[in-house]
């Protein structure tokens, strides 16, 4: 596989082979990301994987990142220079390969991503995609009963009014029939 072949897509066909471990670990080892040696550290710890799933960048803690960014540290010159350069490609309609994040004491730790978290943060993102390892499948469950529980809570509609009071269905159904002259359509 050549730099190309690491996106968001070939992410999805490789969860869909059940290969996703080792799509993380061909990724880590090509010049687009080359830390083989974080591939070797993640092979040993990380038992599971699962992806691509769509991340705030708000929840995750980078290890490096600009000044006005929560992160362990801080990206020297070049660094700032290559999330720059990465800002540029995704204006330009670049799709960067998926983060590589991993659980770690309850915390979406970002493993390999930081200049491309930064690049599309500067391009204007708040989220992307990324693949997450856990240490054993009961924390990849609760994950994914965790991601499950935020996604049906962020598509419930509102049932309170501006004012915080709750709606009344029933009687906001029949205003709607009042007010269109019995049909349900308008």
């Known amino acids: 596989m050549d ?18 471990e080792q799509w993380v670990t061909a990724f880590l080892r090509s010049p687009g990301s080359d830390n083989a040696e974080l591939a070797d550290i993640l092979s040993g710890e990380m038992q599971c994987w ?18 006005d960014q929560p992160t362990l540290g801080r990206l020297d010159e070049d660094g700032v220079e290559k999330a720059e350069g990465m800002q540029d490609s995704i204006e330009d309609g670049w799709s960067p390969a998926p983060l590589v994040v991993s659980i770690r004491d309850g915390q979406m730790v970002v493993e390999d991503g930081n200049h491309r978290i930064e690049g599309l943060r500067r391009a204007g993102n708040t989220a992307y995609w990324a693949v997450v390892g856990f240490a054993d499948s009961d924390e990849r469950d609760r994950f994914a009963a965790r991601s499950e529980e935020r996604t049906m809570s962020e598509n419930t509609p509102d049932t309170k009014g501006p004012d915080g009071t709750e709606y009344d269905e029933k009687a906001t159904e029949d205003a709607h029939r009042r007010m269109t002259g019995g049909s349900q359509d308008t």
Request: no cysteine; net charge negative; charged share 35%.
């Open 3 to 20: 730099d190309d072949d690491f996106t968001i897509e070939s992410a999805r066909e490789a969860a869909a082979r059940d290969e996703l």
């Open 50 to 67: 699962t992806g691509p799933v769509e991340l705030p960048f708000d929840d995750l803690n980078r290890l490096a990142g600009p000044p």
